[in-house]
């Protein structure tokens, strides 16, 4: 068994053993990566400066990733009448449902949730 693991200090993706021992790189060039959920072969990424990367098995992107520019103000203050549907700010938190689709919670003093259907 492994455990993958963000590591946001380094921008990375990383494989750990039960006992917390480095196994290997999985992806780099990470933006500040923040969440991780696996779903089958797919690993889906929040990472704070704005994307939501899509991994496949092998550590490759997806061209189905959800990226944006890095917001022009602090993300946790952009108000709601600011956010532009589907555009990820701040992922902190990302989920998978049972289809496929990709939750994705965001950090803002408003709150806000994505629901990325699976295509």
């Known amino acids: 068994m492994r455990i993958i693991a963000v ?5 990375r993706v990383v494989h750990l053993s039960l006992d917390g021992e480095l196994l290997g790189v999985v992806a780099t060039d990470m933006l500040l990566p923040a969440a991780v959920a696996i779903q089958g072969d797919y690993a889906a990424i ?14 490759r992107s997806s ?12 993300a946790a203050t952009i108000r709601p009448d600011q ?5 990820v700010t701040s992922p ?5 449902t049972a289809n496929g689709d990709v ?4 950090y803002n003093k ?10």
């Open 83 to 87: 956010m532009d549907r589907g555009n």
């Open 103 to 106: 939750l994705v919670s965001e």
């Open 63 to 74: 061209p189905n990733s959800a990226r944006t520019a890095t917001p022009p103000k602090p």
């Open 46 to 59: 929040g990472e704070l400066k704005g994307q939501v990367t899509i991994l496949d098995k092998s550590g």
């Open 92 to 96: 902190h938190g990302v989920a998978f």
């Open 7 to 11: 590591d946001r200090a380094n921008g």
């Open 110 to 119: 408003f709150g806000r949730v994505h629901l990325f259907k699976r295509q």
